[in-house]
T-cell receptor
Framework: NAGVTQTPKFQVLKTGQSMTLQCAQD?????MYWYRQDPGMGLRLIYY???????DKGEVPNGYNVSRLNKREFSLRLESAAPSQTSVYFC???????????FGDGTRLSIL | AQTVTQSQPEMSVQEAETVTLSCTYD???????LFWYKQPPSRQMILVIR??????QNATENRFSVNFQKAAKSFSLKISDSQLGDAAMYFC???????????????FGKGTHLIIQP
């Protein structure tokens, strides 16, 4: 039972490079989310998708784009990476509103 | 916008004792959900417990229980009979009852680092 799968687990980029983080869930959940976690901070919402074909900004969307490819997959793209985007990125999914979100194992991204 | 505050950056407890982690939140909504998540060094986010604001009864899950005080906007987590495996970061999180406008996501506190002394 895979749950939420994120790839890659680690990545190092140079400033200005682009990168797409992949996320897939096998729980048939409608909603999917991308968060970032910085040291000393809780997770902060970047973007979310309430259902296939829809996406909305969260608290910290600047510098990111997302694509809800289908019900299973939700990708996060950094078009021109900046050192301020060094963080751990988590993807999550949930079923009905109010149900707990299930998280992937995270991607540690370092931008030099 | 809602905010979640965890005022204890770090807590330490002896194995087998009881510890309480504090969480307060600010919201103008009357219906919402509250969660505690555990994050061990492996970095996984693991759901510990969930509370619906419209339920007066405090949620419990084995050794984990909450003290939900809606009027005070307080949601503390009590861990009984602490075990070495409980050592982790603990995050309190809020979710609106309503969807749309960014409300679907979780709002997290900054976390409490729990240390278990053997």
């Amino acid at each position: 039972n895979a749950g939420v799968t994120q790839t890659p687990k680690f990545q190092v980029l140079k400033t200005g490079q682009s990168m797409t983080l992949q996320c897939a869930q096998d729980m048939n959940h409608n909603s999917m989310y991308w968060y970032r976690q910085d040291p000393g901070m809780g997770l902060r919402l970047i973007y979310y998708s309430a259902s296939e074909g829809t996406t909305d900004k969260g608290e910290v969307p600047n510098g990111y784009n997302v694509s809800r490819l289908n019900k299973r997959e939700f990708s996060l793209r950094l078009e021109s990476a900046a050192p301020s985007q060094t963080s751990v990125y988590f993807c999550a999914s949930s079923d009905r509103l109010g149900q707990p979100q299930h998280f992937g194992d995270g991607t540690r991204l370092s931008i030099l | 916008a809602q905010t979640v505050t965890q005022s204890q950056p770090e807590m330490s407890v002896q194995e087998a004792e009881t510890v309480t982690l504090s969480c307060t939140y600010d919201t103008s909504e009357s219906d919402y959900y509250l969660f505690w998540y555990k994050q061990p060094p492996s970095r996984q986010m693991i759901l510990v417990i969930r509370q619906e604001a419209y339920k007066q009864q405090n949620a419990t899950e084995n050794r984990f229980s909450v003290n939900f005080q809606k009027a005070a906007k307080s949601f503390s987590l009590k861990i009984s009979d602490s075990q070495l495996g409980d050592a982790a970061m603990y995050f309190c999180a809020y979710r609106s009852f309503y969807s749309g406008g960014g409300a679907d996501g979780l709002t997290f506190g900054k976390g409490t680092h729990l240390i278990i002394q053997p």
